[in-house]
């Protein structure tokens, strides 16, 4: 059976008015606890899904403070392979760095740089 409130409010009715804090925004911490031994700076996981994360979205969410869960839809050597991609992750890692004798010309030394750039 329908019933008709008499009493009713709308967004439009109500009005919630800030207050003062104590607390910037800057100074609020996100951080949470997953388990005893990882936290997170910022709450925020990735979708196990292969169209979301592999591992190069994993490493990404963990450069920003959050989590990446490598899907499973694969099979299990290409699963390992991703984990280890992103276990062996270093920030600022040179992977195929190009070297030089110390008597190289600065000539020389930009003309490589420029070429590899």
Not at 12 to 25: E, I, K, Q, T
Not at 63 to 79: A, E, F, P, S, T
């Amino acid at each position: 059976m329908l019933r008709i409130v008499d009493d009713a409010l709308t967004f439009d009715d109500v009005l919630l008015l800030p207050a003062y804090s104590n607390v910037l925004p800057k100074s609020a911490s996100l951080t949470t606890r997953l388990t005893e031994e990882i936290s997170l700076n910022l709450p925020i996981i990735s979708a196990a899904m292969d169209t979301v994360t592999e591992s190069e979205m994993a490493i990404t969410m963990a450069q920003l403070g959050g989590l990446g869960i490598v899907h499973k839809n694969m099979d299990i050597d290409r699963q390992a392979m991703q984990v280890r991609r992103v276990k062996k992750f270093e920030a600022g890692t040179v992977v195929d760095p190009i070297t030089v004798t110390p008597d190289i010309t600065v000539g020389e030394l930009l003309r490589i740089t420029h070429e590899n750039n």
